[in-house]
């Protein structure tokens, strides 16, 4: 590989890191809900509000499995998650209806609620969507009842965005009296209602629909910390647990509703395989790896091939040496007279090509405009003209005279114009 691709190949690499830099520096604005970092969408703020919610109390985090983690005793605690999707298997959802039938409380916020749920009253809860930029949200209880709305919007790096709301409303095949189900809150109007309580054995579920009022963003507005005092004003005064185990999908299908795998909640599917792709954190980075490779091979490897190109050898002007050895010749042999024609033959070369004169008629006119045309004085020009003549007649040179006509021409071609 040669230097020009070895750059072009760090260039690439430096950009690419660069990239990769500058995504992880800025925030996320993913409805992750994880409560270790300071994303827009994520629950470090109500995380450590509940951590000290009621003093003298224990706040647990649930890290692995709600089946395995979540005690069921009758203590009076609160088991509490707020997340995008709950992930639960059927064990999970048995331990937990056993956890509150005992005396607990559960309160569930997420937009996908697991459908398991619904047999909690003996009929289904319905859930409907709808999609807006944001909403409204307040108490239907006079004493939590705002006069001022709570406003909750959804929204990307720039702008808001479009986000399907979900909430309940009236199934007919429910009798509120007799499942024991309250509405406690509501979004946009009084008619769809995002809060409700379901009451189970001794204890009580409570589902909210809107997570999203929970997160950094919303909680760290001015007023909003009064709604989220409002909703968990409904819990039991005892031991907290946090459910950080239910957010992450399991081995099996995230989008399964059987029951016996990871499908408690049920986001919508999928519509195309690399939809799926993308939404894996791990295959997603594969993916971009694939295509980045791909490109380079692409790149580097598709140009058009040929032999290597030879090596020639820069041109070089051999004239001056030619002379030069030619003159040596000449005067090796003592020929000087032989020597000295040949030097006045490229003298009258050079005039005639120059200055546009014929050697021919060296008469004043001749010598007045060679003087004007070279600015060389007329005299010289006489003396030198003069000297040639004499060295052409003459039947042998000495060194000496060889001499003095090169150095007359070397003057002229030193000083003329």
């Known amino acids: 590989m040669d230097r020009r691709n ?5 260039t690439v690499g430096i950009m690419l890191i660069a990239g990769y830099c500058m995504m992880k520096k800025g925030y996320s604005w993913q409805e992750k809900y994880h409560h270790q970092t300071n994303d827009p969408f994520d629950t470090k703020v109500i995380f450590r509000m509940l951590h000290q919610y009621f003093e003298g109390t224990n706040f647990t985090e649930l890290e692995y499995k709600i089946a395995f983690d979540l005690p069921t005793l009758a203590e009076k605690s609160n088991y509490i998650f707020i997340g995008n999707n709950m992930y639960a298997d059927s064990s999970d959802i048995q331990t937990l209806l056993r956890y509150v039938a005992l005396g607990n409380t559960a309160f569930i916020s997420a937009n996908h609620i697991p459908y398991q749920f619904n047999q909690v009253v003996g009929c289904n ?4 969507d709808i999609s807006l930029d944001k909403i409204i949200l307040n108490f239907y209880h006079d004493d939590l009842h705002s006069a001022e709305d709570w406003e909750c919007h959804a929204r990307g790096k720039y702008v808001l965005t479009f986000k399907k709301w979900t909430h309940f409303f009236e199934n007919p095949a429910c009798n509120e009296d007799d499942s024991g189900l309250l509405k406690l809150g509501y979004l946009n109007n009084p008619d769809l209602y995002n809060f409700i309580r379901i009451n189970h054995g001794e204890g009580s579920f409570y589902f909210h629909t809107t997570p999203l009022m ?5 909680l760290l507005k001015a007023g909003n910390e009064r709604y989220a005092e409002n909703v968990f004003s409904h819990l039991e005064s005892g031991d907290i647990y946090w459910d950080s185990a239910s957010k992450k999908p399991r081995t099996k299908n995230p989008f399964d509703q059987a029951g016996d795998g990871t499908g408690g909640a049920k986001p919508p ?5 690399l939809q799926y792709v993308l939404v894996q954190e791990a295959m997603a980075w594969a ?8 490109l380079l091979y692409l790149f580097f490897y598709t140009n058009r091939k040929q032999r290597i190109i030879p090596v ?3 041109n070089e002007n051999l004239s001056l040496e030619f002379i030069t050895t030619l003159g040596k010749l000449h005067y090796v042999n003592n020929n000087h007279l032989q020597l000295a024609k040949e030097k006045i033959k490229l003298f009258k070369l050079f005039i005639r090509e120059r200055y546009h004169l014929s050697f021919k008629v060296a008469d004043e006119d001749f010598f007045a405009t060679l003087a004007m045309r070279s600015e060389i004085d007329i005299e010289t020009l006489r003396k030198t003209f003069f000297f040639a003549r004499n ?3 003459a039947h042998s040179l000495t060194d000496k005279t060889l001499m003095e006509l090169h150095r007359a021409f070397e003057d002229f071609y030193r000083n003329c114009k």
Not at 125 to 128: F, Q, S
Not at 214 to 218: A, E, G, I
Request: glycine fraction near 4%.
């Open 287 to 294: 993916w971009y790896l694939l295509l980045s490779m791909g």
């Open 6 to 10: 070895i750059a072009i190949l760090l």
């Open 214 to 218: 929970f997160s950094n963003l919303h």
């Open 391 to 393: 060295v052409e007649s």
């Open 269 to 273: 599917a999928p519509t195309n395989p």
């Open 125 to 128: 809860i319905i859930k409907d």
């Open 312 to 314: 020639t050898e820069k």
